[in-house]
């Protein structure tokens, strides 16, 4: 059975740092593209990053280019997301999810885009 499991998120200060991790299991993560997504109160769930399953691509959102970086350790079944330079509007629930469709090279940053998902971790930006 396929899981994904967000761990990592909490309260941090404006410019601070969070490393969110993706723990997968019930199935091989070297066929899967994974994607971060996040959801705000009261606002549509958006694509945050998303790396291929061999690691060699990956893609960001405008507004997390040059703060945020995705990586993966397929040996360890998890897949990362650095954060730094948080802002207060990078407060949101942050899912992952997996999908074994992309070619590998690819990924993407539409919910539609993946067919598995974790249950989601809450990140808060506030002084």
């Known amino acids: 059975q396929l899981q994904l499991v967000e761990f990592g998120g909490g309260l941090v200060q404006p410019g601070g740092s969070l490393r969110l991790s993706c723990a997968t299991s019930?199935?091989?993560?070297?066929?899967?593209?994974i994607g971060w997504f996040r959801q705000a109160p009261g606002k549509v769930r958006e694509g945050v990053s998303c790396?291929?399953?061999?690691?060699?691509?990956?893609n960001y959102a405008d507004s997390v280019k040059g703060r945020f970086t995705i990586s993966r350790d397929n040996a360890k079944n998890t897949v990362y997301l650095q954060m730094n330079s948080l802002k207060p509007e990078d407060t949101a629930i942050y899912y992952c999810?997996?999908?074994?469709?992309?070619?590998?090279?690819?990924?993407?940053?539409?919910?539609?885009?993946?067919?598995?998902w974790g249950q989601g971790t809450q990140v808060t930006v506030s002084s």
């Open positions: 790396i291929s399953r061999n690691g060699l691509s990956t």
């Open positions: 019930g199935f091989t993560l070297d066929y899967y593209a």
């Open positions: 999810a997996a999908d074994s469709r992309f070619a590998p090279l690819g990924c993407g940053l539409r919910t539609t885009d993946f067919g598995s």
